[in-house]
């Protein structure tokens, strides 16, 4: 087997960053307690300005004035992380969390789908850039020796026992994930390299350290098997984005909703499923949530599209009061099964497919402002067709033709001139709620060379109604 190591060096900071309308303003994330707090972890502009993690915000504040700070929370930094699981789990069915900010995925099963390992490795560094964290990876035949591997290196592929022991030969003592007690001991000794420490006799390090080095060493060095948890995604997705200052528009509430929505269709990508209804909760500062429901007459999960379809909703409501924070919360999750595309595509490049223009329609204008029609099992005509846009209905009971334009009310025909063409076709239907109705209807043609569809109630006399025109 092979794995990948997929190392997060800056997770918390990469994902208060990517929440951030500026990428450029300085930036620290604080941390310790109310007497004495600390800087955690300062972004490349803060960093230009002197400030450095481990400072004291005191002593930061005498450098620089200008700066914003977010507090560290360890729970967005595991969210983060089982955001990006997500995301891997479309590439491997193992991936696992074990180490903190590092995704494992077992990828030799993934390499026949995704290509050579440089072409998958270039598609993995894309989407992580795309989503904005920063990241180092290394494949190796074990998730160990991967996970070490990655402190000093970054693009590093070992894929055979004999390179990898010659890859952690070379590896520093203080880098391999011994304890720092462990790796002081073997300084003091002279022994600086992995490669110092195994050419020792087994028993001599047996004897001078306790017994989880041995195994750790024999972990690294694929000698024994290292259990891992493998992660499954939940069936349901939740997040949270709590703003910067309250928000009294819907045009400022635009970019934390593209970053809700983009975490969604990433979520969905890796289980492979759509969102049929989700709800934006806005939090005010004062009062009850606002929520906004979003539903879709069938699954999908473009980020685009369901952006497009949040906004319109969005830009529907008023907004009572300031909004503190955006939470989206998506529990109806079908699977996804993508549009049927022809491989010479002949729909112009500017238009949309009419499932998307449908939804995007629905949610500018109102649920109620777009309808279609839908076959109903009924012979009578006037119940054989019923407004509706579900995408499952009954067919038509008969395959003999039908007008394409029904009058809302039939009316008398002048049959001066008018010629018979086909019939009489009888129908007799509707007994079973009131709507009883027999009728012979006729194909007739006018004397403009039109084709009409008419009707005379059986038992009665009088002139031809007609009912419909065909094309």
Known sequence: MLWACVLLPQLALDGVMRRRADPDEPLVLLTGT??????????????????????????????????????YE????????????????????????????????????????FGPWPVFEKRLRDELSALGFHHRIVVAPNPAAARMLTNVHDGLAVTTRESL???????????IGLSREVATAFSRMGLHT?????????NTLARRFPAQVLLHLDTLLGERALALECYLPPDFFDTRIELNFDVESHQALLFPLKRLISDLAVFLAGRDSGVQRFSLHLEHVEGKDTVVPVGLLSAERGAAMLFELARGRLEQIQVPSP????????????????????????RAQQALPWEQLRERLRARLGDEAVNGLRAHADHRPECAWQPGLESKSAGP??????????????????????????????????????????RDYFLVETRSGQRAWAYQTVGEDGSLLLQGWFA
């Open 34 to 71: 109310a007497q004495r707090r600390v800087l955690q972890t300062v972004n490349p502009a803060a960093k230009a300005l002197g400030l450095r993690a481990g400072q004291s915000l005191t002593a930061a504040q005498a450098l620089v004035r200008d700066f914003a700070t977010v507090e």
């Open 397 to 438: 009971l008969l395959t003999a033709p039908r007008p394409g334009w029904l009058l809302r009310q039939p009316v008398p025909l002048d049959e001066s001139g008018v010629r018979i063409l086909a019939g009489p076709e009888r129908i007799e239907s509707g007994w079973w709620d009131g709507g009883d109705v027999r």
């Open 323 to 346: 909004v503190r924070a955006v939470r989206l919360l998506a529990r109806d999750l079908p699977s996804f099964v993508p549009a049927h595309r022809e491989l010479f595509d002949e």
């Open 165 to 175: 022991h010659h890859a952690l030969a070379l590896m520093p003592i203080d880098r």
């Open 194 to 202: 992995l490669q110092q420490v195994l050419a020792l006799p087994r």
């Open 74 to 113: 360890p729970s967005d930094v595991e969210r983060w992380h089982r955001l990006l699981a997500a995301w891997a789990y479309r590439f491997s069915s193992q991936v696992s969390l074990k180490y903190p900010r590092v995704l494992m995925m077992e990828i030799e099963s993934s390499l026949g789908l």
